[in-house]
């Protein structure tokens, strides 16, 4: 039987444009998939927006538009944006898609029967652009006014009733599922901190609105509209229903920021405990990009959209950079010129000059197989047990030391004097192994380079079976150097 891999990254709000916050999750979502297809698993990857709640009813009304409409223009947007990066998910997931509408109501009228959920009052400051609830000591204080730490605007006092799914019940389940499944919470450094505050106790969730009505109703209660997190979080789930796709229930790996870890290791394993329903295996939280240190989002300003990003070098230069800069759970501060140093140190200068070196010299002076004895430098199980524990920027450190270790033996052998064709083999059969292992790093550098050397990248297996191919050609420059001080003299 094969085994399945089940990959999502979190719903984004289609008001915002596609930017490095959201693509550096979904990046990492394609990367991940990929890996898994090259295993030889079946794959399914999600990604998608997060289309209900007050913002949208609000900004759609301004716009004089339903909310429907409103937010049906803004879905090409995102396709844009991964189709550009060159992201390949499975299913891009609405949550006004009807399936969904349907489990989410499902999964209320479940957890309302089991006694779970209960009409209460609400009260609480909320923050319209955060679509969140916040407690006095979150809030910071200017001017004699309450302001949203994340958007810096005022925040409303809100009194509704509400109803409420009971929470506070699950704290000891909660900890248990901690302590029974260390890797519930990856990376670890975060396991302390959620541990900590659900032992603090836990306060019922209030999960339903009555002052707008763009949502799910709640099946029990017409009146109220479902709370954006308990229709949010089930999409992963809502997802799987069909019947061609139940097998990938739990999720291997929901992949978010670090800023929403919280409702994904609490209400959401909550939810599903409540629910009946088997949990995913892992929460990965990644780190923020910033600038000078502060968040990058749309409402602070400083934005890298999609578009720019691509724009500084190139697809699958901006692709490396957000998997290589920073460890993958960390945060990164991203600038331009780092991004270009990257793709002129490493992409251009190792890993394209290797290639159109080794592929130069074969079709002047042929190949002729022999046993490749410099994949032995290959540390491919330590790859393999990176990409496992999602330490993403160190499988490419790996690859990357055996690039260099290629570029070494050219050095060492001289092949365009000695014309040795056994090395020169050596060297083509290790630069099918690279472009296999990068591929879903770069995917578009890997495939050309397998054009070029007259392969084609199916899975890992293909790196223990000799290239046959003899037939290799140079073809086009995969990475032009990008002269940095001409860049910053013409800005
Ligand atoms: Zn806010």
Partial sequence: MVEKFYVTTPIYYPNDIPHIGHAYTTLAADVVARWNRLLGKDVFFLTGTDEHGKKIEQTALEKGKTPKEFVDELIPRFKEAWKKLNIKYDRFIRTTDKDHEKVVKEMLQKVYDKGDIYLGNYEGYYCTA?????????????????????????????????????????????????????????????????????????????????????????????????YVWFDALFNYYSATRDPSKEKFWPADVHLIGKDIIWFHTVYWPAFLIS??????????????????????????????????????????????FLMRATPFGDDGDFSEKSLIEKHNNELANKLGNLVSRVAGLIEKNGVEKTENKLLEKLAINEIKEKMKNYELDKALNDIFAF???????????????????????????????????????????????AKGFGFEIRDLEQINKPLENSNIKKGEILFRKIDLKQKYTQD
């Fill in 130 to 226: 955060c679509e969140a609830y916040f407690t006095e000591k979150d809030l910071i204080e200017e001017n004699g006014k309450l302001l949203c730490p994340i958007h810096k605007k005022e925040v409303e006092l809100l009194k509704e009733k509400s109803y409420f799914f009971k929470l506070s019940k699950y704290q000891k389940q909660l900890l248990e599922l901690y302590e029974k499944n260390p890797d519930f919470i990856l990376p670890k450094k975060r396991r302390a901190e959620i541990i900590n505050r659900v032992k603090e106790g836990l306060k019922d969730l209030s999960i339903s609105r009555t002052s707008f009505d763009w949502g799910i109703k709640l099946p029990f209660d017409e009146t109220h509209i479902c």
């Fill in 275 to 320: 629910a009946g329903i088997e949990l995913p295996k892992t929460v990965f939280a990644h780190g923020w990009w910033t600038f000078d240190s502060e968040k990058i989002s749309k409402s602070r300003g400083r934005v890298i959209n999609v578009d720019e990003l691509v724009s500084i070098a190139g697809v699958d230069s901006a692709r490396y």
């Fill in 403 to 449: 690039i260099d270790e290629c570029n070494e033996y050219i050095q060492e052998k001289k092949p365009w004097e000695t014309k040795d064709k056994k090395v020169l083999y050596e060297l083509a059969d290790s630069i099918k192994a690279i472009a296999i292992l990068l591929w879903p790093f770069i995917p578009e550098t890997s495939e050309k380079i």
